[in-house]
């Protein structure tokens, strides 16, 4: 399981998200990104992060942000989730577990609660992991305004 840290590549992927359609990683990267990993749709604590950010979704958008998550949760389950909290960013279905493998979100229960910060050359501008909730949105939103006020010198990592 790789490690992905601060400074790091973030590892492409190709995911459904929850109308069926495969979503590239590139495909995301027109802007800077939020790509949080969660352990499920409809648990108390995973709905409550989900919807905090969807809460705050005004603000990821006026910074020109893409919001993702991504769970191993099936297409029509995102679905249903989607439709029933009113949210408005995809979910994405990693049903196999491979992409937070490689994002080294596994842990001895599953998934566990990360949260990165990608700006648009794929780099990884912030990680976050935690089992609140509620810090999420506060330590991505701290990042994407970190990522846009101190941009990375051409020919970084």
């Known amino acids: ?4 840290d601060v400074g790091d590549r973030a590892p492409e ?5 929850h109308d069926g359609d495969t979503v590239e990683l590139a495909e995301l990267l027109d802007r ?8 499920g749709d409809f648990t108390l604590v995973c709905t409550k992060e989900v919807c905090d950010f969807q809460d705050n ?13 991504v769970s191993t949760d ?9 439709e029933e909290h009113g949210l408005g960013f995809d979910l994405l ?8 493998e490689a994002y080294g979100v596994d842990g001895l ?3 566990q609660r990360v949260t990165f910060v990608v700006d648009e050359e794929g780099t990884v501008r912030k990680r ?16 994407v305004e970190e990522t846009l006020t101190n941009p990375q010198p051409s020919g970084g990592s």
């Open 128 to 143: 976050f992991r935690s089992p609140f909730h509620w810090s999420h949105v506060e330590e991505a939103l701290e990042g």
């Open 74 to 82: 099936p297409p029509e389950e995102h679905e249903r989730f989607r």
């Open 32 to 39: 800077p990104l939020v790509l949080f990993f969660y352990p």
């Open 13 to 17: 992927f190709a995911l459904p998200n």
């Open 57 to 69: 979704l005004a603000a990821f958008e006026a910074h020109g942000v893409n919001v993702v998550g």
């Open 109 to 111: 229960l599953g998934t």
């Open 1 to 4: 399981m790789a490690d992905i």
């Open 93 to 100: 279905a990693d049903v196999d577990g491979e992409v937070r």
